[in-house]
């Protein structure tokens, strides 16, 4: 079974979808004896950090998702449940993360040229450098997956799996062992996205 954690900020229709079409066991749920009897998490997200953070320490789960990490349970964080995995962010102030991976959330106004659009919205594709995780076992230099972000991981080149290009290469995923997280959404990729998380039920 795979645990989608819910704490209020999280995408979890389509996300459902995603992993019932591909025939995923899942349970949407906040209830810590349910992510500990998973075998694996999903860790979703939309919105802004500080809330999602404050939501997580409220309810305790920081602690459970840390607790099932350090067993070696795999986890996914997608989109704003990837940049909780980072250390801090620096979105409207400095924020605390789980520190699962090593590094800070920073604004992409920083790194990009002047006169792109921000929020980074649309379809960019990915480059996997020169081993391809085997999150992405499925897919191909260069597929296609759905983005909507303000704030990308930095300083955490120890960990980068995948990036994509937008003026500049920006973290597009992370991953230390079995902790995993993807800046894009999967569940809004369509096949190249069921792709990824199928991949992640294989881990």
């Excluded at 694996?40 to 404050?54: K, N, Q, S, T, Y």
């Excluded at 972000?149 to 300083?155: I, P």
């Excluded at 997280?181 to 992640?200: C, T």
């Amino acid at each position: 079974m795979i645990a989608i954690i819910d704490y209020g900020v999280g995408n979890l229709f389509s996300l459902t979808c995603s992993f019932k079409s591909i025939g995923a066991d899942i349970c949407v749920t906040s209830d810590p004896d349910l992510i500990a009897k998973a075998e694996r998490i999903i860790l979703p997200g939309v919105g802004a950090f500080e809330d999602a953070a404050r939501k997580l320490r409220q309810s305790g789960l920081d602690k459970v998702i840390k607790e099932e990490c350090a067993k070696g349970k795999p986890l996914l964080g997608i989109c704003l449940g990837m940049q909780m995995l980072f250390e801090k962010s620096y979105e409207y102030g400095e924020h605390e993360g789980l520190g699962l991976i090593r590094g800070n959330i920073r604004p992409i106004s920083d790194v990009i040229p002047k006169g792109l659009k921000i929020p980074h919205i649309g379809w960019n594709a990915l480059s996997f450098g020169e081993k391809k995780d085997e999150l992405f076992k499925y897919l191909n230099e260069g597929d296609f997956v759905y983005f909507v972000h303000s704030y990308y991981g930095a300083d955490c080149d120890d960990s980068v799996i995948a990036t994509a290009e937008y003026g500049v290469p920006l973290t597009a995923a992370v991953r230390k062992d079995n902790v995993c997280g993807v800046q894009f959404h999967p569940e809004k990729s369509e096949k190249i996205g069921l792709a990824i998380l199928k991949a992640f039920c294989e881990i």
